[in-house]
């Protein structure tokens, strides 16, 4: 590699940053150096130069008048030998190069152009001394005088090469006064930027060493000059960066509101567990009604009933005590206990210990009577309760989401039992949640093709048995499944926010049947049964009525039907949307009456003109004392306030003459007929109209 190479890779890397500043500081150094000696040197040899020519000159200019002196004074013969001692004393030994006596008589032997033919030449015109340098000589011609003009002339020419040597006529003698400096000065130089840069590598070696070299940072912090400054600013860099990484940790790990470690918080908690081999048991516990304190008390109130939640949970875990004695390793100790808040209404509980599994039931039993007592929020008493999921691991779950799902699901389940439940992970939970999952992504596109059909379950007059019409229920028409009951897939569309969508459907679908209906002179009334948020819908009655229009469905074959816990959820509010139904001739129905906890006095303002008994009551009135004295109540008071009475799921005779014994008005049930297609539910009426004729035609003719 030449050195042009070298130098050009150095300047590249130099360039881009990839040189250290020792290096870079030693190539400046050496580089001024080398082109300070270099100058002096270039000066030394043009000063010795300059002097050189001034020294011949002189030389010269005393030689040209000795000479003239001599020639002027003495005969040829004596002015050879004077002009010779002449030579030797003024020391111009080795520079005379040619020393001629030329006649003029004689015959110019050598060119005209010639550095002596040129010099007599001009001799003889000028008559007098010449002298002219001619490259690296001087040459000069004296004349010897005559009658009429000079006669001869001596001539003379001198080498002034060795005394005007060129600056670089001494290159290697000088190359190694420089290479000898060199060797002296880089090694200074190094030794200068080495510990110049002490400082400088020291801190970049306590900046990747952090918190192990924060002695040395310290150390260099004590200095007074630019190193220390810059030691100082990078230890309050890392004091500031130190305190933001902790302050993201905390946010990321951390609940603001509660204090208490995050969802992220209970991730790693359980993570290092699981990879440990550790036992541990996971709660997930629900803060129940937040949602309706939020809406009564306002959303500040629920954010403090979350934190009072919070320290409640926190005293009765540290508090609880197992109730036999085992080792921390069987069941956690108390400051092993972790508890998290994952967001909203709902907690996370982690005990470990190898035997937590037989504990767990206890824990749960004590979180939730942890709360039969009020909340103190501001000096007033909030009653709350809670509802809790379990899952142990590793029996529930590999890894931490596992883990969650399966205690969500166990949260599911206890809440699906009431209010202040646990309950333990099963596999059949895992299962039913897949289902549901599958249920509900089937259902989407059940609705866009159109799988739902509406059944009719026939209802009747108790009295005499006659189809007076038919409850509207959905069913689905699964490909692979087959027919899909709504047990299934109601509670599923309720949750995913379908159940609207379903109900519009199943209301054209029984608008469009009764207009079918119609045209063919069958005028059955038909129950349809809408869900909470249908009824809460701004626009509910004017779609009601935008339907029958439509279809052009009179409003008396069309019946309405809230659950008795819809209706009561808001009782002004119900009664002021369904009056404009009932105005139009739409009727109205509490369903499933006597399962909820209805105001008589307040149920007794709403706009109803049937109450539906529970099947629930209904089945039982027979067998059970109290079912029979509910049903009966019920009836007594539906006649009494003139409401009509539907009693579902009538199976069996007794039950049917139970039921009209106590005055119920209709009837739906097995016993009359099972829901049923549109088709086969008006083969069903027009056979029944069919009977009803005969039957009249009988009794005429018995009168006649």
């Not at 909030?382 to 205690?407: C, E, F, Y």
């Amino acid at each position: 590699m030449t050195g042009s190479t070298v130098t050009r890779a150095f300047l590249d890397r130099l360039a881009v940053g990839q040189i250290s500043l020792t290096a870079q500081c030693t190539a400046l150094i050496a580089a001024v150096a080398v082109a300070l000696i270099s100058l002096m040197l270039v000066m030394q040899s043009l000063d010795g130069q300059r002097a050189s020519r001034e020294m011949v000159e002189r030389r010269v200019d005393l030689m040209v008048s000795s000479i003239e002196t001599i020639v002027s004074d003495a005969d040829h013969s004596e002015a050879r030998e004077q002009i010779a001692a002449v030579l030797d004393r003024l020391d111009f030994d080795g520079l005379v190069v040619e020393q001629e006596y030329v006649s003029f008589t004689e015959e110019a032997s050598s060119s005209v152009n010639s550095p002596k033919q040129l010099i007599l030449a001009r001799l003889r015109q000028d008559q007098q001394t010449v002298v002219r340098r001619f490259g690296d000589q001087v040459a000069l011609a004296v004349p010897v005088p005559g009658n009429g003009g000079p006669v001869a002339a001596y001539y003379f020419a001198l080498s002034t090469a060795p005394l005007e040597a060129s600056p670089f006529g001494s290159l290697p003698h000088k190359a190694m006064m420089l290479a000898i400096l060199l060797l002296v000065i880089v090694p200074l130089a190094v030794a200068a930027m080495l510990n110049i840069t002490s400082p400088l590598r020291k801190l970049v070696s306590a900046a990747r060493g952090a918190d192990q070299d924060r002695t040395t940072l310290e150390l260099i912090g004590r200095r007074t000059d630019e190193i220390g400054d810059l030691s100082r600013a990078f230890q309050d860099l890392q004091d500031r960066m130190d305190s933001a990484a902790r302050t993201v940790e905390k946010l990321t790990t951390t609940d603001v509101l509660t204090g208490l470690p995050n969802t992220q918080g209970l991730r790693r908690q359980m993570t290092r567990h699981l990879e440990s081999g550790i036992h541990f048991a996971l709660f997930i516990v629900n803060v129940e009604r937040l949602s309706q304190l939020n809406v009564e008390l306002g959303g500040d109130m629920g954010e403090k009933v979350i934190a009072a939640s919070a320290e409640r949970l926190s005293e009765a875990l540290a508090s609880f005590q197992p109730m036999v004695e085992r080792s921390p390793v069987a069941f956690g100790a108390p400051q092993d206990r972790f508890i998290a808040r994952l967001g909203g209404d709902e907690f996370a509980i982690l005990i470990p210990g190898t035997e937590i599994g037989e504990e767990a039931a206890e824990v749960a039993t004590q979180l939730l009577m942890a709360f039969h007592n009020p909340l103190d929020i501001n000096g007033r008493s909030v009653v709350v309760t809670v509802s809790a999921g379990i899952a142990l691991a590793p029996a529930d779950g590999a890894d931490h989401s596992a883990m969650k799902r399966n205690a969500h699901l166990a949260l599911h389940e206890a809440r699906s039992q009431g209010s202040g439940h646990f309950c333990f992970a099963r596999s059949d939970l895992a299962a039913r949640a897949d289902r549901r999952l599958a249920i509900e992504q089937e259902l989407r596109l059940a609705l866009e093709r159109n799988e739902l059909v509406v059944f009719y379950q026939p209802q009747v007059d108790l009295r005499d048995g006659a189809f007076i019409g038919a409850e509207a229920l959905v069913r689905w028409i699964h490909p692979s499944r087959g027919l899909v009951g709504p047990m299934e897939f109601i509670d599923v569309a309720e949750d995913v926010g379908l159940i609207d969508q379903l109900g519009s459907y199943v209301l054209q679908s029984v608008a469009a049947q009764l207009a079918a209906w119609g045209r063919k002179g069958l005028y059955p009334k038909v129950a349809v049964n809408v869900s909470a948020s249908q009824c809460m819908q701004p626009d509910f009655c004017s779609g009601i009525f935008d339907v029958l229009s439509k279809s052009g469905v009179p409003t008396t074959s069309l019946q309405i039907e809230l659950t008795e816990s819809v209706a009561m959820r808001d009782p002004v509010r119900t009664a002021r949307e369904l009056a404009p139904l009932r105005a139009a001739g739409v009727r109205l129905a509490i369903d499933d009456f006597g399962t909820g906890y209805s105001n008589l006095a307040t149920i007794t303002r709403l706009p109803f003109d049937v109450l539906k008994i529970d099947r629930s009551f209904v089945s039982e009135c027979v067998r059970d004392g109290a079912s029979r004295v509910v049903v009966a109540t019920i009836l007594s008071m539906a006649q009494n306030l003139g409401y009509q009475t539907v009693a579902e799921g009538v199976e069996t005779e007794l039950q049917r003459e139970f039921l009209l014994r106590y005055g119920c008005t209709f009837a739906q049930g097995y016993l009359f007929g099972k829901p049923m297609p549109a088709p086969e539910f008006e083969a069903a009426f027009i056979e029944q109209r069919r009977i009803d004729a005969r039957d009249l035609q009988e009794q005429v003719r018995s009168v006649v």
